[in-house]
């Protein structure tokens, strides 16, 4: 029974150990207290380098929407350029990515033992080196103050799925958006 309580408090630490950090800075000497509302700087886009399916003109939309919904939620308020206390920016960036993955053949999964290879005689184990490429997303969210300065940028980075549906598609850019603004505007400590 002690077994038990030790390796569900492992378990625990461990899982405590994997949360992910968000990914975002700020200008320190920004007093965000006094920022209550925002409007978009008109380049606002993607960079689009040949994947045209992940940065459409649908995906732009659901970006906007997202950030919109999200800083609305915390209570700032949408104004016109000329009138708002920061700008807001957004960037999307597709990389392919490449991920290695030990594999082996054998049935029990690891295979150590001694035996004949090349005609020598010497310790193995059976591994296998998996390579693949995926495509990952960033989304990177800028404040910029009126005098165009960079005051808060926070990033996140996700792998792309080719083969979603609509419904998939907005519901991981929300998630996304989620992540990326959950430490704006930020608390001071």
Same mark, same amino acid.
């Given at each position: 029974?002690?077994?038990?309580?030790? +390796? *569900?408090?492992?378990? /625990? +630490?461990? @899982?405590?150990?994997?949360? #992910?950090?968000?990914? &975002?800075?700020?200008?320190?000497?920004?007093?965000? =207290?006094?920022?209550?509302?925002?409007?978009?700087?008109? =380049?606002?886009?993607?960079?689009?380098?040949?994947?045209?399916?992940?940065? #459409?003109?649908?995906?732009?939309?659901?970006?906007?929407?997202?950030?919109?919904?999200? +800083?609305?939620?915390?209570?700032?308020?949408?104004? /016109?350029?000329?009138? /708002?206390?920061?700008?807001?920016?957004?960037?999307?960036?597709?990389?392919?990515?490449? =991920?290695?993955? @030990?594999?082996?053949?054998?049935?029990? &999964?690891? #295979?150590?033992?001694?035996? &004949?290879?090349?005609?020598?005689?010497?310790?193995?184990?059976? @591994?296998?080196?998996?390579?693949?490429? &995926?495509?990952?997303?960033? *989304?990177?969210?800028?404040?910029? !103050?009126?005098?165009?300065?960079?005051?808060?940028?926070? /990033?996140?980075? !996700?792998? *792309?799925?080719?083969?979603?549906? $609509? +419904?998939?598609?907005?519901?991981?850019?929300? =998630?996304?958006?989620?992540?990326? @603004?959950?430490?704006?505007? $930020?608390?001071?400590?």
């Amino acid at each position: 029974m002690i077994k038990i309580k030790w +390796l *569900l408090i492992i378990v /625990a +630490l461990m @899982l405590v150990g994997c949360k #992910s950090t968000p990914n &975002y800075d700020y200008d320190r000497s920004v007093n965000f =207290e006094k920022i209550n509302t925002y409007a978009w700087v008109v =380049e606002s886009k993607s960079q689009d380098n040949g994947d045209n399916f992940y940065t #459409s003109d649908i995906n732009q939309k659901r970006i906007v929407t997202a950030i919109d919904r999200e +800083l609305q939620s915390k209570g700032f308020r949408k104004v /016109a350029p000329n009138e /708002a206390d920061v700008m807001v920016n957004y960037q999307t960036v597709i990389d392919t990515k490449r =991920e290695r993955d @030990l594999t082996t053949t054998h049935p029990y &999964y690891w #295979s150590f033992g001694y035996g &004949y290879h090349h005609s020598h005689l010497n310790w193995h184990m059976n @591994l296998n080196s998996a390579q693949r490429e &995926y495509k990952a997303g960033t *989304l990177i969210v800028d404040f910029i !103050s009126a005098n165009k300065e960079l005051i808060w940028r926070g /990033a996140e980075q !996700s792998r *792309l799925s080719e083969k979603s549906t $609509p +419904l998939k598609r907005e519901q991981k850019i929300n =998630e996304a958006v989620q992540k990326v @603004l959950v430490n704006f505007p $930020p608390q001071f400590q």
